[in-house]
């Protein structure tokens, strides 16, 4: 685990993952992760570290382009699972995005695939992923390996992430994680945003 990291706020974003009823009814108890990812939000906003929301809904065109062969999104499309607009892609009320936050919408695992993110973020000169969510064998783990082909810095909030699956969780944040990103819990990522340096980035913590 990376104790010790420094975050310059304006080249830094917090990808806040699938943290939405559907997603989130997968853990036996989401609300302590639900709560460190508000945390996490609000030490985020408070140091001007861009927010950004990722979630999963489909439109009837989506459904249309699943192949039936995607073996996660397939049985989605059709049950007409996670539609735009139902109960499941409510985001949790405990994190709803506020006003300078971002929100995009895929319609596959990763964060990059389906959605205009990585050009939001290269306009703005971010360079510095914090990601959290739901799941880590999902979302969480595409986002690393895509971000980390991409050149992004890649941290993992490791308690702000969560899976139904608590053995593969473990195992990625212990054995594969750390060779493509930096580890650090919730609150070591708020304390390092607390008392930020003349040049913008935080002290090491």
Partial sequence: MTDALTFTPHRT???????????????????ELVQRAKQAREAATAAGIQVVYVRVAFTE????????????????????????????????PEVQPGPHDAIFTKTRTGA????????????????TLVLAGVSTTGVILSTVRDAADRDYRVIVLSDVCADPDATAHHTLLESVFPSQADLLDGKSFADSLIAPHADGAGPAT
């Fill in 112 to 127: 990059f695939s389906t959605t205009h993110l990585d050009a939001f973020l290269r306009e703005r000169g971010i360079d």
């Fill in 13 to 31: 974003a917090l990808l806040l993952m699938d943290l939405q009823a559907g997603i989130l009814g997968l853990l036996p108890d989401p609300a």
């Fill in 61 to 92: 065109e989506d459904y249309k382009g699943i192949s039936e062969y995607n073996k996660t999104f397939a049985p989605a499309a059709a049950h007409h699972l996670f539609a735009e607009g139902s109960p499941e892609t409510v985001i949790a």
